[in-house]
């Protein structure tokens, strides 16, 4: 595998210092018209976590799910979805996904659109400077002329509680990656990565599958009713949830490092707050990510080490004098989301181009509306999308509030999916100019929807105006017309 198209190269006009798909980004829109040259540098596989550990592989394992269980509702085919899935085929396509963990192809990319690659841990070690520890220990001074970009993710986080980092729990790279599927697991968590992985977990064949939630609800950062209809469809296909409660203890006397995605050992006993205790052949862990900014050398250049890392609009790091320092994708926090990630790099990259040709950045250079849309598909069954603020995010915003909600199981569109389709819309609308500042859709099929509703949040497009874009029949998407006659309805009866 090269390293860098020139070994003893020590200098670049941008620096990259992590090579996910974000940092892949950067590099690109910096260089792709500007003539200036980019180095990407990673320790580990280049694509990062989401070719590897997350987007990628758990989408793979959900779409056999997912296609299984529409069969097993709709006459006709449930008797072919009777067979059930074929699981060492559905993990040997994980695994094409993949790659089989190889990034050749991503190195190769790299290279051919004309960025550098170097091996090895980067760390901050002054102004426009890093510093790599190759894998045999060795080091190598980079210098950026212009740039340099953080792109150092985030981690599964592993709780304190006790006896559970001992007990070696599946953290999101194994149960991504697993290679054998227990007969009984305990999930920690409820947000999506929790609800994905039990998905996708009970339908691979977990035979005892619990899902202990901290909280209330599942998913508590969307709409309160996603977080119902999704726990309402984990009971139905038998998952157990505990909600409001906590582990405060783990056992497991035979804990061994077996390798990502094998059982980790023997038998795990689970302790909850309220004494039940459970018993599981492996544990995963799905209770949030922490930043990678401990060990990259910000206190070089007078930061903090550790948290996220705060940037500007242009996510520019603040605190740091001149405009060299950027940091892109989790490590800044704004949102932990691929694609928000590789939005973030797209306005990153031309900030630099156009600050290394001596320019000003255009004033649309800046994340500020991407941001105040955020989408994000939960590809659970049901899938969750929203885009915007929820009801509550909006009225803590102190905006005009106005809403409307709408039963997709009546669209013609979902009931020639499958007969029993649950399904429910919601959009969050601002009095003040009549425009939609968020949406929530939650049901079979649902991911493309989301698009449009972003759509409409950046335009800031009137509902009088999308009155007139009409859905074509019979889809899902007819469910915008649905909800403008319901919100019709509702402020004629307001005013009859």
Known sequence: ?????????????????????????????????????????????????????????????????????????????????????????????????????????????????????????????????????????????????????????????????????????????????????????????????????????????????????????????????????????????????????????VQRPDARDTGTGRTHGGEVRVTLDDGTVLTADEVVVATGRTPNSGDIGLDAVGLRAGGYVDVDDQQQVRGVEGDWLYAIGDVCGKALLTHMGKYQARIVGEVIAARAAGKAPEPGLSTAAGHSAVPQVTFTNPEVGSAGLTEQQAREAGLDVETVEFDMAALAGTYVQRDDYVGRAKLVLDRSDDTIVGATFVGPGIAEMVHAATIAIVGKVPLATLWHAVPSYPTVSETWLRLHETLNAQRRGATA
């Open 1 to 249: 595998m090269p390293a860098s198209v020139d070994p003893d190269r020590t200098e670049w006009d941008v620096i990259v210092l992590g090579g996910a798909a974000a940092g892949e980004n950067a590099a690109q829109y910096a260089t792709q018209f500007s003539g200036l040259s980019a180095v990407l540098v990673e320790a580990a596989l280049l694509g990062g976590e989401c070719s590897y550990w997350a987007c990628m592989p758990s989408k793979g394992l959900l779409r056999p799910v997912e296609l299984i269980d529409d069969a097993a509702h709709l006459p006709g085919t449930a008797k072919a979805a009777a067979h059930g899935l074929d699981v060492d085929a559905v993990l040997a396509r994980r695994d094409t996904i993949v790659k089989n963990l190889d990034d050749t192809s991503q190195v190769d990319w790299a290279v051919g659109a004309g960025i550098d690659v170097v091996r090895g841990y980067g760390r901050l070690t002054g102004e426009r400077q890093i510093t790599v520890t190759g894998q045999d220990g060795g080091t190598r001074v980079l210098t950026a002329r212009h740039a340099v970009v953080i792109d150092t993710g985030s981690s599964a986080t592993v709780p304190g509680t006790p006896g559970l980092r001992e007990a070696l729990p599946w953290t999101s790279h194994d149960v991504t990656n697993l290679h054998e599927v227990p007969r009984r697991v305990v999930l920690v968590g409820g947000g999506v990565v929790a609800c994905e992985a039990a998905t996708w977990l009970r339908g691979l064949g977990v035979e005892e599958l619990t899902l202990v939630n901290r909280g209330d609800r599942l998913l508590a950062r969307q709409e309160p009713f996603a977080g119902e209809l999704v726990a309402d469809k984990l009971r139905a296909d038998g998952v157990h949830l505990y909600s409001n409660a906590s582990v405060t203890s």
